[in-house]
């Protein structure tokens, strides 16, 4: 992360009077948060979703970052499944997803008179097919990290010279993005996939992704793990029948962030 790129992010945030952040406690997000609180104090909160959506996992660390950076931090519970286009899961569920998060978030802000929403996206995110983005922009958000042109690589390096934890967190998306395109998502499908995914990691594999053909599990590991996975695939097939899968298959191709995307026409992809 070049020192001028981060001057130009400093520079930006100074100028919003008070901020709301969409906070993951991923990578992005808590960079982020730490600088706006660094620069905004008690004019910054972050605030983190609970639902089936997200692994307990994920809130519990978002809890424990803003307790150990300081910044103040508010849990909101959102209502996905209140929404049909998302239970759907059509191409653009990201779309509908971010659109219920960012009207929670812009509900805070008037209640607590904050001035910008924030999202933590980063440059490279352009560059893959995020209907989430539209949502962002119809509700005014802003993402700070990409407007200054801030890369994943760049952020993790800047994360690693400030001590956060979160510099080499394996990247993260919600569990909903496991599921095929069409096929209806479920509470079911959802614990099933955190289940396996908890698991997997409780083995120390670092890169995983469970996609849910259901009845099929398509285990995805980063390539430099997949020799393991296999030489632990008894182990990792007889448990993973027991959250539910009768089959379970391991992906050759390996990790792929939104693998999920490769079946979606190239209209959409742009």
Known sequence: MSE????????????????VLAFSGGVDSTL???IAHRILGNRFLAVTAASPVHPESELVAAKELAAQFGFRHQVIFTQEFAEAHFIRNPPERCYFCKLTLFRELKSISEEENFSVLLAGDNYDDLADYRPGHRAAREMNVRS?????????????EWSRRENLPTWCKPAYACLASRIPYGRAITVEALARIDQTESFLLSLGFLEIRVRDH???ARLEFGKAELERAWNLRELIAATVHKFGFPYVAIDLDGFRSG?????LPDTLMG
């Open 144 to 156: 700070p990290l990409q407007e200054v042109g801030l890369s994943k690589t760049e952020i993790r």
């Open 32 to 34: 982020l948060a730490v």
């Open 259 to 263: 693998s999920m995307n490769t079946v």
């Open 4 to 19: 001028q790129k981060l001057d130009a992010l400093q520079n930006l945030i100074s100028t919003f009077p008070s901020a």
């Open 214 to 216: 259901f009845p099929v």
